[in-house]
């Protein structure tokens, strides 16, 4: 039973982040938000990037697709050779193919040429993401500290995510579809540049050893599962269960596990990618439904509906930025639950909108709160999926939420799509899928809630601290704490 007796200084004198920590967020946290910025954008210029390299307008999901397959597959494994190899080693490594692929595409001049440099750039993200935000949990100490820097990470992707929704359109017209890939370049090199001197590299085990038929498995097994969801491939999907359970039955063996399974077993890994699972498939899924139903239905442009689904995207930079704070208060459980509650619950009025404009009065205001609920609840599942465990696992913990953030993106739009389309009226479609997102969501929360639960009397399966006493997790996560 934990007492309530702390130091004077943890009580009274909140976590500051220091000059170099700020030097190091800046860094990584500007990497993500690039990458973010370059996917919404990029997401605008398909159309004008396919007619300019000669791709049929049936063939520019690839586009998407070719990114978001090694994205997805090798997200684990690049989490786990960061521990193993070094985490700003990879970071880098993963900036720089981004550079090149960057240039790649935007100088390509036929399809086959676009297509590689968007796998090199999934491949890329694969590489970075879980290299930075590992950096970023190992720089951080577990608790407030941590908690506060994640929910700036989710502030920043959701700004960058916004910002490309709104710019994306006006960007692209002014300048080229090309414009979609070089953006990223001056800010890779800037990042390349500024990490040595900045970043050390991280402690690594004295061994080094991959296990590589976990690695194949895991990564063939969720490419093979990816691919079936895409172009609906029943052959494809046999393959990905069957190399995900040999990956299962390897991890129980290995002497040297990718993702060991006591790991893999923890409630706050389990359950936290659970959550980020449906938080990242759902509400996608519902702005591509949403896009649907306002060109389609309401007969608005693609910079209006830009605007109608960019606006209320802001609520989702101010969820990040407070978002750590309220985790601290109240705990990753409680926060993870009511923000996906949040999420679902402001979906369900869309599941009722007619084919009249006057409908924007019910959308906007839904679309602003539900994208709020959407954030925090990012925030939460990656501080409950990345807490509790040792520096040196630090990689593969943010390597599994990232990977299921990825997988979840290229798996939401396709299966809620294929809903949609079992109506032969748009809208009715449309109104199916999108009440299914809101079942999905909503019964979720509720296996979350008892996933989380504390057991045996002990405290619930939340982040932060092991033990805090009340009195210092109160002062510790004070509205007042600097920054």
Known sequence: MPTETTKPTETTSPPRIGGRQRLILLVLLGAGFTLSVDFSILNVA?????????????????????????????????????DLFGRRRL???????????????????????????????????????????????????????????????????????????????ALVSLLSWRAAFFINVPVAVAVLLATPTLIGESSRPARLRLDLPGAVTVTGGLLAAIYAVIERNVPAAVAGVLLLAAFWVIELRSPAPLAPVRILGRPTVKWGNYAGLVVFAMEPAMIFLTTLYLQNVLGFSPLATGLVLGVPGLASVGAGVIAGRVIGRFGGRAVLTCGLAVQ????????????????????????????????TSIVAY??????????????????????????????????????AATQSVELTGIRLALGVDVAVTLASVVLVWFGLRPRDGSRPAAPGPAAPGPAAKEAAASPSAPV
């Open 344 to 375: 679902g619950l402001a979906t369900l009025p869309l599941v009722f909108l007619g084919a009249d404009r006057t409908a924007l009065a019910i959308l906007v205001p839904a679309l602003f709160i539900g994208f709020f609920g959407h954030v």
């Open 91 to 169: 970071f880098l490594a993963g900036m720089a193919l981004l550079t090149g692929a960057s240039l790649l595409g935007g100088f390509a001049s036929g399809p086959e040429t676009l297509l590689t440099a968007r796998a090199l750039q999934g491949f890329a993200t694969a590489m970075a993401t879980p290299a930075a935000l590992s950096l970023i949990t190992s720089t951080f100490a577990e608790g407030p500290l941590r908690e506060r820097v994640l929910g700036l990470n989710g502030a920043l992707l959701s700004a960058g995510f916004t910002v490309g929704a709104l710019v994306g359109g």
């Open 382 to 419: 990656t501080v409950t999926g990345t807490s509790g465990l040792p520096n040196e696992e630090q990689g593969l913990a943010t390597g599994l939420t990232l990977m299921t953030q990825q997988v979840a993106i290229t798996i939401g739009i396709p299966i809620l799509g294929s809903v």
């Open 46 to 82: 398909l159309p004008m990037a396919g007619e300019g390299v000669g791709l049929g307008v049936d063939a520019l999901p690839w586009i998407t697709a070719a990114y978001a397959l090694p994205a997805a597959g090798f997200t684990l494994v690049f989490g786990r050779m960061a």
